[in-house]
């Protein structure tokens, strides 16, 4: 399996690697405790807020091999200037050990004033704290910081410098911004020059967001209402392979942890006993993120229960809940961790959300206690004091954003939920920025790491626009949707962006980035990014029915990654590599097994939306749906094998004529127009890209027909990982990625043709083999669905060359 993100981080953080990886964001009691040092009188007070992104990456020496180098970089004013102080962000595991500040009017030092000398004994380490020296009125031109011992970087052999910014201030003015930069020769490293002076981030460097000002009136709010809304129930499945995948997530929850290893930090929080050891009680999953185990149990078992009757799973759920209300707090406070280390790593954000979900969705799935649980947490959590440095003090306490959204969608939901994002999440920069197409607001989000995670904020946004009716959040969201979509999405549907490393717009990386300091490649393509695209489009379906675009999305997502990335029962995968070998499958309650698990409890509910008037048909899978309109009860049953047959029909149970409206999706993958049949006989035709409605008084078993206009189509690749001389392209049939079994670098040759969009015309379907094509042309190579690879050595995207036949 290639490493994941946080799997590098848990190994990494305290070797110190914080140069490459999030800085761990410790108690304050850390820094208190220090004596070497009277490092307190040197902090400011202020947090510098962390980010990846290239733009406002740190600067970073060469690496040396021992901690005692020399290295040094100076700001040249430009002129002589009064300075008040000198301010030095710092990078985790970057910032020197030992190191004094100078100011002069010579650049090479031969006459300096020595603001900071820290050279005599080893410097705490500040964290995300940032140093000022008060410099007492001197004057100068030049700016020199000189590091004498570095700090451990990777490994025992790799040391060095790193600085997230440094500031001059005169007056109150950062005047070293944009001032050119130079360094020792030895260990200076120019490519990063300019990081040093660059210009602030849009919302500052800092931690603190409190904006009170974008807190809206209730009174003034004018709610959209979605046009659409998700069956929470009343939809059955019927043989095909969401049914499956629903079976095996099934064995998956319940094979994968114990009600007490879900409960076992709850009850270490609360001072109660644990009965039993903790599994993998020291992998980052569970020891970072206490409490998120638990809610990806309750995400997957609490959207199975809505559909299926799964006695087991109800026990369980129940008793997870139970024990969570055991170890509740007075204040209302059922996190898994103290409320005092809320900033550690990932859990202001990310598992205060899976933990949010997954007790919205037992509520939905009849729990009494879930909401009432949530209700006393957020009435605490709206009103604690840490809301003001979370969003950028917490590993990805952007996420921070859904939960609250989510909330106020609830049965108990309040405007405060909603007011709570406006003030300490809502980022004006980023709205206005999102709205005008600018692609850097997604690959060099300046807070955080540019990530499919972003699209959690999407999500929440969305809701926002939903909760006050303000159409900046709509305008804002539909240009997220056309920069994901237009720039950071692979064919297929997976998600083109990873975390920590750079990927700039329509780069589409297909073998991943190599970490800086060793360890298996970044891949693109994970799970939880298709689970929260699917999500945001699902949201703007109900929003805009008629953009069949939306629903496409949503079909290439579950078809591409979540089917593509489960293991039968036996685990989920990471990331949905398009060439190669696929990851092993795990059961570690990491982020995409929680978020996968999520999306395949939920399947039914992407089948059919249900609108005021009928009934939209969204995907085609065979299943039953019962629903009820002005009081009358429907049922409708799709009878398909797809998508290994074209074949669609809905029959009507009813007990007497209704009349409603049926809209088919004509998707946009279909080759040419479709046909609709009523009871055997042709109604009306729908173009690709639209819903065919037909709107009558229906009987009992009524039928309507159809066959799905699917065929083969090539794209060509356009990403960076271009071979000289050759082209690649991928292969789909209608939604279905095809992927070329037999090797990473499948060659296939055009015969007697001109053109590459020939090749579909040589694959012949294998007999017996639904969605499995040869080509006599190039034997050896089998395409087959990219769902269905398992052990195979395979690529999506196959060089295709035109040659004469031989």
């Known amino acids: 399996m290639s490493i994941s993100r946080r799997r590098f981080l848990r190994t990494t953080t305290c070797a110190g690697v914080g140069i490459a990886v999030r800085q761990p964001v410790l108690p304050d009691s850390l820094l208190a405790s220090v004596s070497d040092w009277d490092i307190q009188s040197d902090l400011t007070g202020e947090r510098v807020a962390y980010t990846p992104a290239t733009w406002y990456r740190p600067y970073r020496s060469k690496i040396a091999s021992a901690a005692d180098l020399r290295t040094w970089v100076q700001v040249d004013l430009g002129s002589t200037k009064p300075i008040d102080t000198i301010k030095l962000y710092p990078v985790y595991q970057g910032f020197p050990v030992r190191f004094k500040v100078e100011i002069s009017d010579d650049p090479s030092l031969a006459s300096a004033r020595k603001i900071a000398d820290r050279t005599q004994d080893d410097y705490p380490n500040p964290i995300d704290q940032v140093v000022g020296f008060r410099t007492e009125g001197v004057r100068g031109r030049y700016v020199r910081l000189t590091v004498t011992r570095a700090r451990l970087l990777w490994r025992a052999d790799i040391y060095g410098f790193a600085l997230r910014k440094l500031e001059v201030i005169s007056r109150g003015k950062d005047i070293a ?399 949905a590599k398009l060439l190669g070998t696929k990851e092993e499958s795990t059961r570690i309650n990491s982020c995409c097994e929680g978020q996968g698990t999520r999306l395949y409890s939920s399947l039914p509910e992407h089948i059919y939306s249900i609108a005021s008037d009928g009934l939209y048909v969204d995907l085609f899978e065979p299943s039953t749906i019962r629903w009820s309109q002005a009081g009358d009860p429907l049922e409708l049953t799709m009878a398909t094998k797809f998508p290994f047959d074209p074949e669609v029909e809905l029959h009507f149970s009813l007990a007497g004529p209704v009349r409603t409206k049926i809209r088919v999706r004509v998707p946009s993958w279909a080759a040419k127009e479709m046909q609709i049949h009523i009871n055997g006989v042709g109604t009306s035709v729908g173009k690709p890209g639209t819903y065919v409605t037909s709107d009558r008084q229906w009987s009992d078993r009524d039928t309507i027909s159809f066959t799905l206009p699917i065929e083969l189509r090539i794209t060509r690749y356009t990403g960076v990982e271009q071979i000289a001389g050759h082209q690649r392209y991928a292969v789909e049939y209608g939604p279905i990625l095809l992927a070329a079994a037999g090797s990473e670098e499948a060659t296939l040759r055009v015969v007697n043709a001109k053109r590459h969009e020939d090749i579909p015309g040589q694959l012949q379907p294998k007999p017996n083999r639904p969605l499995h094509f040869s080509d006599p042309q190039n034997p050896g190579i089998e395409f087959m669905p990219y769902c269905q690879v398992s052990m195979e050595t395979f690529t999506c995207f196959p060089v295709i060359d035109i040659g004469a036949e031989a």
């Open 177 to 575: 911004e944009r001032c050119p930069v130079t360094a020792d020769t030895t260990f200076g490293n120019p490519s990063d020059f300019a990081q040093l002076t660059r210009p602030p981030r849009p919302m500052g460097e800092c931690v603190v967001t409190d904006h009170p000002e974008n807190v809206s009136d209730p009174l003034t709010w004018r709610p959209v209402a979605y046009r659409l809304n998700a069956p929470l129930s009343g939809v059955s499945l019927q043989g095909g392979v969401f049914e499956t995948a629903m079976e095996n997530n099934i064995q998956y929850l319940l094979e994968s942890f114990s009600v007490d290893d879900l409960l076992n930090e709850f009850r270490n929080r609360a001072g109660k006993p644990n009965p039993s050891p903790l599994k993998d009680s020291r992998s980052f999953w569970i020891y970072d993120l206490p409490g998120s185990n638990a809610g990806r149990f309750l995400m997957g078992a609490g959207n199975t229960l809505r559909w299926i009757q799964h006695e087991e799973l109800r026990l369980r759920l129940n008793a997870v809940i139970d024990g969570i209300e055991e170890c509740r707090q007075p204040d209302g406070h059922i996190m898994a961790f103290p409320e005092d280390t809320i900033f550690v790593s990932e859990r202001g954000g990310y598992t205060c959300a899976w933990l949010t979900h997954g007790l919205i969705e037992a509520g939905y799935a009849g729990n009494p206690k879930a909401f009432q649980l949530l209700r006393g947490y957020y009435d605490w959590f709206n009103k604690c004091p840490y809301l003001p440095e979370l969003m950028r003090r917490a590993g990805q306490g952007i996420q921070g954003m859904i939960a609250n959204a989510r909330m106020y969608f609830t049965p108990v939901g309040k405007p405060e939920d909603i007011q709570l994002v406006q003030r300490y999440f809502q980022e004006n920069y980023w709205l206005d920025g999102l709205a005008k197409r600018e692609e850097a607001m997604v690959w060099q989000y300046p807070y955080d790491r540019p990530h499919c995670y972003l699209l959690t904020d999407f999500e929440a946004y969305l809701d926002l626009y939903r909760a006050t009716g303000d159409k900046r959040y709509l305008d804002a969201m539909l240009g997220g949707w056309n920069l994901f979509h237009d720039q950071w999405e692979h064919v297929g549907g997976t998600i083109a962006i990873v975390e920590e490393e750079e990927d700039p717009p329509k780069s589409y990386r297909l073998h991943g980035v190599p970490r800086m300091y060793g360890g298996d490649a970044v891949q693109t393509g994970e799970l939880c990014g298709s689970v929260f695209w699917t999500l945001f489009n699902q949201r703007l379906h109900y929003l805009d029915p008629e953009r069949e675009a939306y629903v496409t999305e949503i079909e290439k997502s579950i078809y591409n990654a979540a089917l593509a990335n489960q293991d039968a029962s036996r685990g989920i995968i990471y990331h």
